[in-house]
């Protein structure tokens, strides 16, 4: 990666999935609320830069969300409605929020889903591979002309059913955005400074560990980062916390274009802003209030938050 | 508390536990090696500050190990030896090494001991009430006089055993240092901040809370501070960590005198870089070696592995 210091156009293509979700928490509620990887991505991505979805919905989906998505900027060109429904998720968390059951899953118009990208979408330096199939993100990258900045997420589903396409992907992967039981499924290691080490063998360059309430690591060549979560009094629903934390990191550098080493950690810093907005609501519903100049303030009370050798480091 | 950014004396006191301990990790073991809070704080902190040490042994506590301490600049004289056996305590780590097993414990020449201060040790500016019973820790404050910055750690064992003793002697120690477990039982709640606003009712003004692999939380009125742990490829025993991060901090500020919020973040960095070190090797022979300039040079990798927001966050 290298830093250009200009954006190119900025925009930013998401493949992954859309969903309708039943959220359960200890104390409330939610069924038939927006869900999906690509759709909390999007809308997060969606403060920073144009956002061109991949993905399918069925004719379920409702018509509003997808007014909005575009009253955001969010190209939905890409977007497949087939006739069926779309996919469902029921879930519900612990006491500990760290930890859910996922209740019922159907993949509905999702299943058999080969993703194509419009033409307009295939010059876009940015694209994130959401968590699907490693060969759907493939057939996705196949697509792309000649992307800046390749990102990507995945799960234990894929990192334990489709290890070789999972290996195979990862060679074109030069960023890689998963959590720690993740990152320790597919390295092997406990130690997190081991488990990146062996990640980083596999091909990306990058490698963003999120950690939830504990925040995110970021290994780079020899650079390591740590970026704290915001300390929240309550964490309301935790869903999609992961997905708009890695839609403002590639929503930040799409805008920037600024791919260097300290832009990317600022980008970290924006995208854990936009993912401690997300789970102080159900769903997408915080971020549909959200401004940028929420944003703004949050990322200063993170400077705030973590300063300690300037000296105005006690604001 | 107020900056005078300038030490008066900086002499430390400490009192708490000096033992002799044996350390079973997964793959290694290590029998009759020299362990306690106390003596895991004293030698932190003689990094930075004259130390005077409050405490008991045994007649079998080895002779080596004193002259070592007092090769540090600790003073010894309000240590008692009694005839007898020293403190001993045997613990072993699981895999997950933030979980460890007491697999024995004996309190020794412990039992029945009174705290007494030499008369040198009652004008010291800085005092620090190790995890002992609380009603201990309060008999050494009734000893001090004037002291600028009293800091206290405690345990499970007193919160639910010593519940009445404790929060009477909160209301008298301004700079708490418990691990998250700790104030989650202290305050009866599991999100942190929550836990902190809780804890901060009982007394102290400020409020460290140690997260292990995960760094710490500092709270203090409306001000919150995160400061990552080091990452390590290796954790060997972290047994002392919590003793020697309090070590770090309290030395620090004893040094500098600057117990401003600005003063105190820095000190929280120096407290975890002694942890870091303190976990690299089994009981304190890590500090055996270690030099200031080895404490400074990981210093500077702290800041490069938190700054974002300036020209040079890429170090």
Redesign the interface.
């Known amino acids: 990666m290298t830093s250009h210091g200009a954006t190119q156009n900025g925009k930013l293509v998401v493949v992954g999935s859309l969903a309708i979700d039943t959220i359960e928490t200890q104390g409330n509620r939610a069924a038939g609320v927006l869900g999906g990887a690509a759709t909390y991505f999007a809308v997060a991505a969606s403060f920073f830069a144009p956002v061109q979805i991949v993905g399918v919905v069925g004719d379920d989906f409702p018509q509003d969300e997808l007014d909005w998505f575009r009253s955001r900027g969010i190209d939905l060109s890409g977007l497949e409605v087939r006739a069926g429904k779309t996919m469902r998720w029921t879930g519900r968390y612990h006491?500990?929020m760290n930890v859910r059951d996922t209740l019922s899953f159907e993949a509905n118009v999702f299943d058999g889903y080969l993703p194509t990208l419009p033409a307009a979408y295939c010059d876009a330096p940015f694209v994130f591979l959401a968590n699907i199939a490693p060969a759907l993100q493939a057939r996705v990258l196949d697509q792309m002309r000649a992307p800046r900045l390749v990102g990507a997420d995945t799960m234990n589903f894929y990192i334990e059913g489709a290890r070789a396409d999972l290996e195979r992907l990862l060679r074109r992967v030069p960023l890689l955005i998963i959590n720690d039981e993740e990152a320790r499924l597919l390295s092997g290691e406990?130690?997190?400074?081991?488990a990146a080490r062996k990640v980083l063998e596999l091909g990306p360059t990058s490698l963003m560990i999120k950690?939830g309430?504990?925040?995110v690591?970021f290994f780079s060549g020899n650079?390591?980062?740590?970026?704290?979560a915001y300390?929240?009094?309550?964490?309301f629903d935790p869903t999609g916390a992961g997905d708009t934390f890695a839609g403002g990191v590639m929503g930040y550098l799409a805008a920037t274009g600024d791919v260097?080493?300290?832009g990317i950690?600022?980008a970290?810093?924006y995208g854990s802003v936009v993912a401690s907005f997300t789970v102080e609501a159900f769903s997408l519903d915080r971020l549909r209030t959200l401004t940028r100049d929420d944003i703004e303030r949050r990322y200063r009370q993170?400077?705030?938050?973590?300063?300690?050798?300037?000296?105005?480091?006690?604001?």
């Open positions: 006491e500990d406990r130690n997190m400074v081991r950690r309430e504990y925040g690591l650079s390591v980062f740590s970026a704290p300390p929240l009094e309550e964490v260097s080493p300290a950690r600022k970290i810093v993170f400077v705030s938050l973590t300063s300690f050798d300037v000296a105005d480091a006690s604001a």
